[in-house]
């Protein structure tokens, strides 16, 4: 348990680390560069994210999964990562003329030419980000992490300055790539030191295959709403949507990153521990909720005022997509927990299931709302992500004492509590703001001081254990 929470304080520190660089720089360049850049990469971005699936192939997981791991599992990871990563960046390059033409933007053909070049380099990371992962080591991935999106954050804001445009956005993402990799290697130097081996990627293949096609799935669902509001519609709406899902999904995946990184690798140490693993189940998704929720909750109801004070009046149409979507992502790292649990007990086949089934959903809801404009799929996602938490949750309950209905009694009572704490913030703050005609900075203000004053009340009160553990482990007590 100590190794546990020790790896979770510095998988914290890496992620909220590097996302709250992340999310400073993208709104400062948001502001600099304004929907039409952010736009053109939110465009590119399910070409990359798919690419980096089909890279890593589920070898990952696998490998972390594998209790004797031996350097042939590793050599046989990374030589063939490496492979699969030149052959996606090929096709891309030779793609590039036809993405540009379909989407009616030449500006694409250069762009993915030279974004594509993070796949290549990323791929030589996958295999000692799972090294690190096995013994727990967040520390030395949080220092190359840390680092390298600190330099790029600089180089990238000091080009949107000398109006290199979409460019910036570019040479970051390259930047911050070929720095982690560097680094990586230099903190946890590590070569293959054995040729390709077939049974061993007969294992991992068997293993990450269906993981492989799931996140596929996924990844490409996660990002056909630019996709087709692209092609449908414009950069600029593309950008508009782009930011609001960014916020939304930036601290709902960061804190999902967090516990993923822990509980996986933790999950699987104590899978045959029957009476162990499942009350880690039932605490890490209490736990989670007490902490995403608020979170969410919350930046739906700053949406307006923190996009006119932070961004600019020229991303107000954001405001309410961003209030949509941080509902739609409170649910987030609820449905990765469940989904690890599959991992964890070896039903990939199970997990591939859910994908095909939660994507056949998200299709038949874009068929109903995208005549209806880009607000009504904001609201489509809000449904599909309900729907998914009882379809996740059903089939987790087969592998699992915590069937839907313990999952609802131990989540709906926090769930709850979060909506009417956010209610009641959001009628009091803009009461006060109505009678007593305040701007935009200090009902911004309000909100964000009322908000976690009603919260954390609520929360010591109505959820005690959650509430006492969580602040054991921020004082660092004995739990």
């Not at 989670?288 to 608020?294: D, M, S, T």
Request: aromatic letters at 12%.
């Amino acid at each position: 348990m100590k190794t546990a929470v020790n790896g979770l304080k510095w998988s914290a520190l890496e992620r909220l680390g590097v996302q709250a660089i992340q999310l400073i720089v993208m709104l400062l360049l948001a502001r600099l560069l304004g929907p039409d850049a952010f736009g053109l990469i939110g465009i590119l971005t399910v070409f990359i994210a798919i690419s980096q699936v089909i890279s890593d192939s589920g070898f990952s997981s696998a490998l972390i999964r594998l209790k004797e791991r031996t350097e042939i599992d590793f050599s046989t990871a990374f030589q063939f990562n490496i492979l699969v990563a030149l052959l996606c960046y090929l096709a891309l390059f030779i793609g590039a003329n036809q993405i540009a033409v379909f989407f009616e933007q030449p500006e694409l053909e250069a762009l993915i030419k030279v974004l594509g070049l993070s796949i290549i380099i990323n791929s030589f990371t996958l295999v000692q980000k799972a090294k690190l992962t096995i013994k727990m080591d967040f520390k030395t991935q949080a220092k190359a992490s840390l680092s390298a999106v600190l330099f790029s954050s600089v180089i990238s804001i000091t080009l949107a300055y000398l109006d290199f445009g979409v460019w910036a956005l570019v040479y970051q993402i390259l930047i911050n790539s070929l720095l982690t990799m560097l680094l990586l290697n230099l903190f946890h130097p590590w070569l293959p030191n054995s040729l390709f081996n077939k049974q061993s990627f007969s294992y991992l293949f068997g293993f990450g295959y269906k993981l492989l096609l799931a996140a596929m799935l996924d990844t490409l669902f996660k990002n056909i709403y630019q996709l087709i509001i692209g092609k449908q519609f414009n950069p600029t709406q593309v950008g508009i949507f782009t930011q609001a899902n960014q916020l939304a999904s930036v601290p709902a995946m960061t804190f999902t990153t967090i516990v993923q990184r822990v509980t996986y690798p933790m999950l699987s140490n104590i899978q045959s521990e029957t009476d162990k693993f499942e009350y880690s189940y039932k605490l890490t998704l209490r736990m989670a909720a007490l902490v995403i929720f608020p979170l969410m909750a919350g930046l739906g109801i700053i949406a307006k005022p923190f996009i006119k004070v932070v961004l600019g009046d020229d991303w107000l149409q954001a405001a309410d997509l961003l209030t949509i979507l941080s509902f739609t992502f409170m649910l987030y790292p609820i449905h990765a927990i469940n989904l690890n649990l599959l991992q964890v007990k070896g039903r990939s086949d199970i997990f591939l299931k859910l994908e095909v089934i939660k994507k056949a959903l998200i299709v038949l809801i874009l068929f109903i709302t995208i005549p209806f404009g880009i607000k009504a799929i904001c609201i489509g996602m809000l449904v599909h992500t309900y729907l998914a938490f009882f379809i996740n949750s059903y089939y987790t309950g087969q592998f699992s004492k915590l069937k839907i209905r313990d999952q609802l009694n131990a989540l709906a009572p926090i769930w709850l509590m979060v909506v009417l704490s956010a209610l009641s913030t959001y009628f009091i703050v803009t009461s006060i703001v109505s009678l007593f005609l305040l701007n935009s900075y200090i009902q911004l203000f309000l909100l964000l001081i009322t908000m976690p004053l009603i919260y954390i009340a609520s929360a010591r009160v109505f959820q005690r254990d959650l509430y006492t553990q969580i602040l054991n482990i921020i004082l660092r007590r004995k739990v």
